[in-house]
């Protein structure tokens, strides 16, 4: 299957518009973002976990990354509320569930195989810094290597960003708004561009909220072999 998979071109993807579809697992349903792969795809997605739903033990062969929007996602490791960013490297196994429900933001097949660095991040009890020679702006590290950076922003009210995409860069609204391109951004959008494609937004009344990654477009993505 392939979604959204030219990635030399930009692509949004508005999640709020987008139906809900059933996974292979009852009670786990997601919305699509991009794809490159079959059973085994190099995918974006937001996926949305019923209350007592769960998925059967497996070992994430090329690494697992997500964030919690919503609710608790639970698994042998503990329990992670909203907010929380988790690196599951190449080879780790787990079982995920939620008691409760949630929702997450989840990448899979991105990471570098040889990485082996398990990252468990709670960003409620960590706190913004004002980003160097970017007023207006504040931003809380996640995670950085060869390879790619992740990041949360916040933007303040009426703001114009100026995003640097030398290699890439794709983020996801947590909360507010912005314009970019003409195009209106609100919760739960997502934007990816390519490579060298200069590009500035206009943030809402509201500021903005934003997961944020680059560098890891630098080099062209390709389907993971099954």
């Given at each position: 299957?392939?979604?959204?998979?030219?990635?030399?071109k930009?692509?949004?993807?508005?999640?709020?518009?987008v139906?809900?579809?059933?996974?292979?697992?009852?009670?786990?349903?997601?919305?699509?973002?991009?794809?490159?792969?079959?059973?085994?795809?190099?995918?974006?997605?937001?996926v949305?976990?019923?209350?007592?739903?769960?998925?059967?033990?497996?070992?994430?062969?090329?690494?697992?990354?997500?964030?919690?929007?919503?609710?608790?996602f639970?698994?042998?490791?503990?329990?992670?509320?909203a907010?929380?960013?988790?690196?599951?490297?190449?080879?780790?196994?787990?079982?995920?569930?939620?008691?409760?429900g949630?929702?997450i933001?989840?990448?899979l097949?991105?990471?570098?195989?040889?990485?082996?660095?398990?990252?468990?991040?709670?960003?409620?009890?960590?706190?913004?810094?004002?980003?160097?020679?970017?007023?207006?702006?504040?931003?809380?590290?996640?995670?950085?290597?060869?390879?790619?950076?992740v990041?949360l922003?916040?933007?303040?009210?009426?703001?114009?960003?100026?995003?640097?995409?030398?290699?890439?860069?794709?983020?996801?609204?947590?909360?507010?708004?912005?314009?970019?391109?003409g195009?209106?951004?609100?919760?739960?959008?997502?934007?990816?561009?390519?490579?060298?494609?200069?590009?500035?937004?206009?943030?809402?009344?509201?500021?903005?909220?934003?997961?944020?990654?680059?560098?890891?477009?630098?080099?062209?993505?390709?389907?993971?072999?099954?």
């Open positions: 299957m392939e979604l959204n998979s030219d990635f030399t930009r692509v949004s993807v508005h999640a709020s518009k139906a809900w579809q059933r996974s292979p697992m009852p009670g786990v349903e997601r919305r699509m973002l991009d794809r490159l792969g079959g059973e085994v795809a190099r995918a974006t997605t937001i949305r976990f019923a209350p007592e739903s769960k998925f059967s033990p497996h070992v994430h062969t090329g690494g697992e990354e997500f964030f919690v929007l919503e609710g608790v639970q698994d042998e490791h503990g329990d992670f509320p907010g929380s960013y988790v690196r599951n490297p190449p080879q780790s196994r787990h079982t995920p569930r939620s008691d409760g949630c929702t933001f989840v990448k097949w991105q990471f570098d195989l040889s990485d082996r660095k398990q990252v468990n991040i709670d960003t409620n009890k960590i706190s913004f810094a004002a980003a160097v020679d970017r007023q207006g702006v504040e931003e809380m590290k996640l995670f950085h290597n060869d390879h790619e950076v990041r922003e916040q933007w303040r009210p009426g703001l114009v960003v100026q995003l640097d995409v030398a290699s890439g860069l794709e983020l996801l609204v947590l909360d507010g708004s912005f314009v970019e391109g195009e209106l951004f609100v919760k739960h959008s997502w934007l990816r561009l390519p490579p060298g494609e200069a590009s500035s937004l206009s943030v809402g009344m509201d500021g903005a909220r934003v997961w944020l990654k680059s560098g890891h477009l630098a080099e062209t993505p390709t389907a993971p072999e099954e």
